[in-house]
């Protein structure tokens, strides 16, 4: 059994019979409505962690399998590493942590097997998952994929472009550890950024945008996609997101230790 940091009603461990594979694959159906022709099956799930990837599942009182994260074996820039293709949670048991958990189980087993790197993307506008990613995770973005998966079925997607920040987590990197430690992740520690520090602007509800405006959704779309691309292009990495009432911001900052 994996330590589900000091959640004492879940239960995080992995996937062991085919009954965990086919909940994860409901859920993939309840938090994300794909059609079957994009949801990834059991099938697919068993072959891929039999081969080295790793399929977590969140077991909470009265909900079952409540929440996954999936990642396969992956050898991009040739580093031997997980990258973590899904995190799921479902709606009824969102906000007391077990996104979180999972993700710390997942870098507890990385390590375990002597590998140092999880990657995984996200949308950039939703912020969100921006704040667990990069403030309270401790990774980091310096890539942005633009339309990464084409248009898809899911309603979470808006038929809008499949932009993607390509995040990194080194899982033994200092500013890790400290999040691991229960160091506060309200913004990046001034010694992880060298000057100037730089904040990008997104809307703090990213659905309501969408149902409100799809041409206003677009059009701030587009403008976070070039502005990270341009913020990549001059050394900056996205280390941060801080989330207000109607509005969040992207901190980004330059390695201190780079040239």
């Given amino acids: 059994m994996l330590d589900c940091r000091g959640m004492r009603e879940v239960l995080v461990r992995e996937a062991r019979e085919r009954g965990d594979y086919d909940a994860c694959v409901r859920l993939q159906r309840e938090v994300w409505g794909l059609s079957d022709l994009e949801v990834t099956s059991a099938i697919q799930l068993v072959a891929t962690v039999h081969a080295g990837g790793l399929l977590l599942v969140a077991e909470v009182p009265g909900e079952g399998v409540a929440g996954f994260c999936y990642a396969f074996a992956a050898l991009r820039g040739g580093v031997p590493h997980l990258h973590s293709d899904m995190l799921a949670v479902r709606p009824s048991v969102r906000g007391r942590g077990v996104g979180r958990r999972l993700k710390w189980a997942q870098r507890e087993e990385a390590l375990r097997r002597g590998l140092r790197l999880v990657t995984w993307t996200f949308d950039p506008m939703r912020a969100q998952n921006a704040r667990l990613n990069l403030s309270h995770l401790g990774a980091v973005s310096r890539e942005l994929l633009p339309d990464f998966y084409g248009e898809t079925t899911s309603s979470l997607h808006h038929g809008l472009p499949t ?97």
């Fill in 163 to 259: 932009h993607r920040l390509l995040v990194r987590w080194e899982l033994d990197s200092p500013r890790v550890v400290r999040r691991a430690a229960g160091a506060p992740a309200a913004a990046p520690a001034r010694s992880e950024l060298a000057p100037p520090e730089i904040q990008l602007e997104i809307p703090a509800d990213w659905d309501a945008v969408c149902r409100t405006d799809t041409g206003l959704a677009r059009e701030w779309q587009e403008a976070v996609r070039r502005a990270f691309e341009g913020l990549f292009a001059r050394g900056y990495t996205a280390v941060g997101c801080v989330v207000a009432d109607r509005t969040a911001r992207y901190v980004l900052g330059q390695d201190p230790g780079a040239d």
